[in-house]
């Protein structure tokens, strides 16, 4: 889905839970640190951590210029036959987009650095009660507030600690240049946006169990 153009003028800052700060406008909506995306690109090994201007940033590495190109080599054929010339892809200079980043208290597992086992997510207590032994009231019990049955956080963050996107770094430069960064902010929300349409993709092809 394409995002309509920004314009980060009209966001009003609204305080939100642990220190966290979001950005409203009532065309936009919200503009979040979007924890759960930089979490998952971070992780991503085609891009990079680099610190700018004392900040981290998360960068986006892609050859927009990559190209076949032919070697010249010729390929020997077991039959004999001489083939075309190798072709190999020329990647080119990498181009870097940056997305500035601020450390924050993970959303998903609160700070804990696990999170309860999704695999029972939505059991019901009846579900328990027949899959459980004698004892599964106890588990229920440990499951709903004990740790016994926790997971690694699902946004692999830093033992309860997660990058963000830093939209209030990025909304103090805004005023220098507003057009360009208005179009920089726009670039942002696309990515996060297919980030979204990726992995609604991706759960109901899990779902029909592709
Ligand atoms: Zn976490």
């Given at each position: 889905m394409k995002v309509k153009e920004t314009d980060l003028g009209t966001f009003k800052v609204c305080p939100g839970e642990n220190g966290k700060v979001y950005y409203h406008d009532s065309v936009y909506g919200y503009l979040d640190s979007e924890q759960s995306f930089t979490m998952y690109e971070v992780s991503n090994s085609s891009n990079e951590m680099v610190v700018v201007n004392n900040r981290q940033h998360l960068a986006f590495v892609s050859y927009p210029d990559g190209e076949w190109v032919t070697t010249g080599k010729m390929i020997p054929r077991e039959s004999g036959i001489i083939s075309d010339p190798e072709r190999v892809f020329n990647h080119g200079e990498p181009v870097r987009f940056m997305i500035p980043l601020v450390l924050e208290i993970?959303?998903?597992?609160e700070g804990k650095g696990t999170m309860g086992?999704?695999?029972?997510?939505?059991?019901?207590i009846e579900w328990w009660q027949e899959s459980?032994?004698?004892d599964w009231q106890e588990d229920l019990n440990e499951y709903m507030h004990g740790d016994l049955y926790d997971v690694q956080c699902e946004f692999h963050c830093d033992q309860g600690k997660a990058w963000g996107i830093d939209w209030t770094y990025i909304i103090g430069q805004w005023k220098d240049d507003p057009r360009v960064i208005n179009d920089y902010a726009t670039e942002i929300r696309q990515l996060v946006s297919e980030y979204y349409d990726h992995m609604a993709e991706r759960a109901s092809e899990e779902r029909w169990g592709y």
């Open positions: 993970c959303e998903r597992c086992n999704p695999a029972f997510n939505g059991t019901s459980g032994g004698p």
